[in-house]
T-cell receptor, first 113, second 117 residues
């Protein structure tokens, strides 16, 4: 199954700043998914990123707050913009692997102070 | 809209007990996929199983078994002879349509399992 390298693994950021999270996959994939896991909560999909097209955002998430890039079939970035303490979460990227389910990156633990 | 309900929030058992984690789902699609993931304290998500809507056979993998019943829209997970290393949060998830690899996952709220020595 695919291996995803996600960076950074954790960060502490000042409110009002932005953080860009990177995911690199060791094989070409059509779709990449970005999820948020708030403290003690389940995972919620932020957006789906297809190479060569605009990302599709879920209700409650907007491009200005969470811009996504997908420049090729192995790489994607998610930026958390103008951060507030409410953005403190774990952010995960994911790719589908057929019978092996969906593979997730190791996550980025973000704390906004 | 798709929905996954994990009514149990926390379960605590003593080592070697059997434990069943419940999952109930809602979907209007006839083609869908069900998943279980384990999230240990370290935080990574570990894939356990994928089941498509056309395959109702139960599955056993070592101490783990899954019971899929379309009639009750349930996909329950049983751990036999639990061990301390089974302590984790377990998520049930659903994806609709597609191939089970290109659709979003909808997760349940998760069940925190604590296995005491």
């Amino acid at each position: 199954s695919a291996v995803i390298s996600q960076k950074p693994s954790r960060d502490i950021c000042q409110r009002g700043t932005s953080l860009t999270i990177q995911c690199q996959v060791d094989s070409q994939v059509t779709m990449m998914f970005w999820y948020r896991q708030q403290p003690g909560q389940s995972l919620t999909l932020i957006a789906t990123a297809n190479q060569g097209s605009e990302a599709t955002y879920e209700s409650g998430f907007v491009i200005d707050k969470f811009p996504i890039s997908r420049p090729n079939l192995t790489f994607s970035t998610l930026t958390v913009s103008n951060m507030s303490p409410e953005d403190s979460s774990i952010y995960l990227c994911s790719v589908g692997q057929g019978l092996s389910g969906y593979t997730f990156g190791s996550g980025t633990r973000l704390t906004v102070v | 809209a798709q929905k996954v309900t994990q009514a149990q929030t926390e379960i605590s058992v003593v080592e070697k007990e059997d434990v069943t984690l419940d999952c109930v789902y809602e979907t209007r699609d006839t083609t869908y996929y069900l998943f279980w993931y384990k999230q240990p304290p370290s935080g990574e998500l570990v894939f356990l199983i994928r089941r498509n809507s056309f395959d109702e056979q139960n599955e056993i993998s070592g101490r783990y078994s899954w019971n899929f019943q379309k009639s009750t829209s349930s996909f329950n997970f049983t751990i036999t002879a639990s061990q301390v290393v089974d302590s984790a949060v377990y998520f049930c998830a659903l994806s609709e349509g597609g191939t089970g690899a290109n659709s979003k996952l909808t997760f349940g709220k998760g069940i925190t399992l604590s296995v005491r020595p």
